[in-house]
């Protein structure tokens, strides 16, 4: 994750850490913890966060440095997201046990990403797209490009 882009988007806009924690619904701590890259922001809040700049999430998360404007809806559709970790794991052509194994993780965390039970770690989030060079975009929703350029 790149916590300068974090910085540079929020004094871009002209925003200090408190009224960007205060639109994410956060303490100004839990921000600031984010932004110094202490900590790693849930998706959820970066997927808010990306909405706040009107950014894309691979830009956000340093996955390329291309800017995109994006807009986009205020929340993650869980069906669309659940759709694209199913294939996802099937553009590797591997059983959920195969695919939980190479992240590291349990069938039962993978399967409740497939069946839009639980939203994806952002940790998870950016080890998948860097394993396919997959969009973070995409995969949460926001975008109907696969894969980064």
Request: one cysteine or more; proline letters at 1%; glycine letters at 4%.
């Amino acid at each position: 994750m790149d916590k300068n882009r974090f910085e540079e988007l929020r004094e871009q806009n002209d925003l200090t850490k408190r009224s960007v924690a205060s639109k994410l619904g956060v303490s100004d701590s839990i921000y600031s913890r984010w932004e110094n890259g202490k900590d790693i922001i849930p998706t959820r809040r970066l997927y808010q966060l990306a909405n706040i700049y009107k950014v894309n999430i691979d830009y956000l998360l340093g996955l390329t440095d291309k800017k995109i404007f994006v807009e986009s809806s205020k929340e993650i559709d869980m069906k669309v997201f659940s759709k694209r970790v199913v294939e996802i794991r099937k553009d590797f052509n591997e059983t959920l046990r195969e695919f939980a194994e190479r992240l590291n993780t349990s069938n039962s965390t993978w399967s409740a990403y497939e069946t839009g039970k639980v939203l994806i770690l952002c940790a998870f989030l950016i080890e998948v797209c860097k394993m396919g060079n997959y969009s973070a975009d995409w995969i949460l929703g926001r975008s109907d490009i696969k894969k980064i350029k």
